[in-house]
């Protein structure tokens, strides 16, 4: 009898063993997926909005990829009922129309989630990708500060430290690229600098209060992940297309809605409405240390391409306020000690809120990119 399970144990240690293998491989694999994700955006959205010729109208993309998120729930909503249209249709019907008071509180962070994709399009086009990739990591800010008012969530004091870093280090990026813009930025007449800081920074704002808000509403409900996005595109489209109405209706009368689209284009708008499938695919495999790790790894990346791609000057001082950005984030992802009472407030963005559900959650939400 004891032999028996002694057999049994031995035969076991090189399944865990193999499995802690390919789980350990994930894990880099994870790593590489959400660093290319999270700079492969931001460049190729300053590559498209730079080019010379006919430019995109950015607000019928921001509905393009409301559209293809919407779409993509409504197939993973069927695939869950085993591809049943009566039960699927019968479902979202309850879901969405019937207790349409639930529905209607999507109205608010789906307002701000489509103002927040078109001001990161103003941003991206104004500001070069490095400097906007690091002043946007303000959106850790602004969500821990939203998360402790709004949630009554507590920081440790690491986390606090790691977000004066973070201000500091955005302050000295900022100050050095006053002084020295990107030479793109200061001899184009279609780039203005100012724009692109404001864009960002209300960006940032309206990033950590609405995922704050979603992440409340949430805690309060059982819907599933699912549902709450299509509840969410379907105010995104409405409010995207009020939106192109508004700033491009007139010019999209003319020229039609798919104006300038290349295939950089729909790169473009295919890596916003399904970059954040694949991040959620892969990132249960990743821990919040190791998201942080790829943040600040994209943030070098980003800044060696645009070095190449356009230009992109680094000096000492965009050294510094980089560095501290970079040791900031990752300092905020790591875990409070187990002696510690509080609570923590997880390294969330646009795209990125944590509830029971899982990770799993971080696949439409909004992101720069941080996208639904």
Not at 42 to 62: K, N, Q, W
Not at 67 to 78: A, D, E, G, S, Y
Not at 109 to 123: E, F, G, K, R, V
Not at 217 to 237: E, M
Request: aromatic share 12%; glycine share 6%; charged share 15%.
């Amino acid at each position: 009898m004891g032999g028996g399970n002694h057999s049994q144990a031995l035969e076991e240690k090189p399944a865990i063993r193999i499995q802690n293998e390919v789980h350990s491989r994930l894990k880099y694999i994870s790593l590489a997926v959400l660093v290319v994700q999270n700079a492969s955006l931001i460049l190729s959205i300053r590559y498209v909005r730079t080019l010379p010729g006919d430019r995109f109208f950015a607000t019928s993309a921001v509905v393009m990829a409301e559209v293809l998120k919407v779409l993509t729930c409504l197939l993973i909503t069927l695939s869950e009922r085993r591809f049943s249209i009566k039960e699927t249709v019968s479902f979202l019907v309850d879901a969405v129309i019937i207790q349409y008071k639930d529905t209607l509180k999507m109205a608010v962070p789906s307002l701000i989630y489509t103002l927040q994709n078109n001001l990161q399009y103003i941003a991206i086009s104004n500001l070069p990708a490095a400097t906007f990739q690091v002043t946007y990591q303000l959106k850790i800010l602004t969500t821990a500060l939203f998360s402790v008012l709004m949630l009554k969530k507590s920081l440790s004091r690491v986390q606090w430290i790691s977000l004066l870093l973070l201000f500091v280090g955005v302050a000295i990026v900022q100050v050095q690229q006053e002084g020295n813009k990107e030479a793109s930025v200061v001899n184009s007449t279609n780039q203005n600098y100012f724009v692109g800081l404001v864009a960002v920074v209300i960006s940032c704002l309206s990033s950590g209060f609405a995922g704050v808000y979603f992440e409340k509403i949430l805690k309060g409900s059982s819907a599933s992940v699912w549902v709450r996005n299509v509840q969410l595109g379907i105010f995104g489209t409405a409010l995207g297309m009020l939106g192109l109405w508004w700033n491009d209706g007139t010019a999209v009368a003319q020229q039609g809605f798919f104006f300038g689209y290349t295939n950089m284009v729909w790169c473009v708008i295919f890596n916003q409405a399904f970059g954040g499938l694949l991040v959620a695919v892969v990132v249960k495999y990743a821990d919040n240390i190791l998201k942080g790790f790829a943040t600040s790894f994209s943030i070098i990346v980003s800044t060696v391409l645009s070095i190449y791609l356009f230009g992109f000057h680094v000096d000492f001082l965009f050294t510094v306020g980089a560095g501290l950005v970079i040791g900031a984030v990752y300092m905020y992802s790591l875990p409070k000690p187990s002696s510690s009472g509080h609570s923590t407030v997880s390294t969330t963005s646009s795209s990125s809120i944590r509830t029971k559900e899982g990770d799993v959650l971080e696949a439409f939400l909004p992101k720069a990119q941080e996208v639904r």
